[in-house]
């Protein structure tokens, strides 16, 4: 028998802004122990912003792995497949804090 918790909808809520999204052309990915940091950026040198930090734990940080394979694989299957983009050459990315 399935719990009542387990067919239970989930509403997000959000802002129009937030619905909007933002454009990366370059994620970076660091790790602990404990968490996965994902920085996704907009990069056209000399500068940058950096658009979003997203801090996962690595058992979710897995199943976000798996789920993109998953849909990347769907998108080929329907559009064709792709070839990854070539790595971007710069030499280090730094931040600087704005007070």
């Known amino acids: 028998m399935q719990s009542n918790s387990q067919n239970q909808q989930i509403q997000i809520k959000t802002s129009d802004e937030k619905l909007k999204g933002e454009y990366s052309n370059i994620a970076n990915i660091f790790h602990t122990k404990e968490e996965f940091v994902i920085d996704f950026m907009n990069v056209f040198p000399p500068t940058g912003t950096l658009n979003s930090r997203v801090i996962v734990s690595p058992g979710h940080f897995k199943r976000m792995v798996t789920a993109m394979q998953e849909n990347l694989k769907k998108y080929e299957?329907?559009?064709?497949?792709l070839e990854a983009a070539a790595a971007p050459e710069h030499k280090s990315i730094g931040f600087e804090a704005k007070a």
């Open 77 to 81: 299957d329907q559009f064709g497949n």
